[in-house]
């Protein structure tokens, strides 16, 4: 089995930076997975908070992760596949960098995903990663 690579969607990195007590920095837990997102989701999730020490604790959360560069010439989706043209980059991002796991909030352009392993990476919500360990 392959160590697990978990590519966290930007409204994952808003939520765990938000609350200093968030439920999701559990993932950030040492001895857990491999921690992995890009600077497109980063950059989203840094523009929607708005105070500054949740985008402190956002930026300790990267500092403790990969953070790949956002694909340019990516090849396209994977046929069959169809996203809102804003999360395109982040699931070709986790297929480029060969994450095991997307996770993502986003339900509205996900969700029918949700279980599902496209590109070799399987989409699951935080809470559906969470109860596995």
């Not at 993932?27 to 857990?32: D, H, M, R, S």
């Not at 980063?42 to 956002?58: F, I, K, S, T, V």
């Not at 043209?85 to 070709?92: G, T």
Request: with cysteine; aromatic share 6%.
């Amino acid at each position: 089995m392959r160590a697990r690579r978990v590519f966290l969607d930007a409204n994952i990195l808003f939520s765990a930076a938000y609350r200093e007590d968030s439920g999701l920095l559990r993932l950030w837990k040492p001895g857990g997975a491999a921690l992995i997102t890009s600077q497109y989701a980063l950059e989203e999730a840094r523009r929607n908070l708005d105070e500054p020490e949740q985008r402190a604790r956002l930026a300790a959360l990267a500092g403790k992760m990969m953070v790949i560069e956002t694909a340019g010439a990516a090849p396209g989706l994977p046929p069959g596949v169809t996203l809102p043209e804003d999360d395109v980059p982040i699931l070709l991002a986790a297929i480029a960098c060969r994450a095991t796991h997307l996770l993502t909030g986003d339900a509205r352009a996900f969700g029918r995903y949700y279980g599902k392993t496209i590109g070799g990476v399987t989409v699951l919500k935080p809470s559906m990663f969470l109860a596995e360990k």
